[in-house]
């Protein structure tokens, strides 16, 4: 069974730093990974979206990589602004389980300013 | 719109009640997607359409849970006698063609509360 983690599970900077943000999944054949963000009361935006042939996309400030053999993504957010205060969500969408996304339990940032 | 969109935005039923969600997924997407999103949990999927066909339901908690998309575009979410269990944020999502490689695009949720 897929399952998805996302590492840290809460996080708190100060304005203008880079940071990072975890997620690992056990079943490396997955068809693709996605981020999302998730703002309180409201539903998801999707940030960006990597298939299985790809090792990163970017947009923007964000930048997503995918290493499918170890199971790993990472969301890389350059300059962080308070407006980017919000739950992270990672998902995967795999062959073998159920048609939709799998999910992790999220990150929530705070940017401080 | 050019989203997906969700109604109502926010649900209180008494326990027993049955309660009806809708979503309007964005237009001309094939594939929709239904997910139920617990307090502090990430979002869990429930059932997924291709067109009218409703592909999976493996992820419906119970037979209370019913999902129809008679005519391929608006989908419905029912949940028949109401559990407190069933108080959750309920997301929809679409994507454009029915394959297993396109980008998922949600809706605002309708927040379920159970009395």
């Known amino acids: 069974k897929q399952e998805v983690t996302q590492i840290p599970a809460a996080l708190s900077v100060p304005e203008g730093e880079n940071l990072v943000l975890n997620c690992s999944f056990t079943?490396?054949?997955?068809?693709?990974l996605q981020w999302f963000r998730q703002d309180p009361g409201k539903g998801l935006t999707s940030l960006l979206l990597i298939q299985s042939s790809q090792r990163e996309q970017t947009s923007g400030r964000l930048n997503a990589s995918l290493d499918k053999s170890s199971g790993r993504s990472t969301l890389y957010i350059a300059a962080s602004q308070p407006g980017d205060s919000a739950t992270y969500l990672c998902?995967?969408?795999?062959?073998?389980?159920?048609?939709?996304?799998?999910f992790g339990k999220g990150t929530h940032l705070i940017i401080q300013p | 719109g050019a989203g997906v969109s969700q109604s109502p935005r926010y649900k209180v039923a008494k326990r027993g009640q049955d309660v009806a969600l809708r979503c309007d997924p964005i237009s001309g997407h094939v594939s929709l997607f239904w997910y139920q999103q617990a307090l502090g949990q990430g979002p869990e999927f429930l059932t997924y359409f291709q067109n009218e066909a409703q592909l999976d339901k493996s992820g419906l908690p119970s037979d209370r849970f019913f999902a129809e998309r008679p005519e391929g575009s608006v989908s419905t979410l029912k949940i028949q006698r109401t559990q407190q269990e069933d108080s959750a944020v309920y997301l929809c999502?679409?994507?454009?063609?029915?394959?297993?490689?396109?980008?998922?695009?949600f809706g605002p949720g309708t927040r379920l509360t159970v009395l």
């Open positions: 999502a679409s994507s454009l063609q029915g394959t297993s490689y396109n980008e998922q695009f």
């Open positions: 079943d490396s054949a997955i068809y693709n």
């Open positions: 998902a995967v969408r795999h062959p073998g389980g159920a048609d939709g996304l799998t």
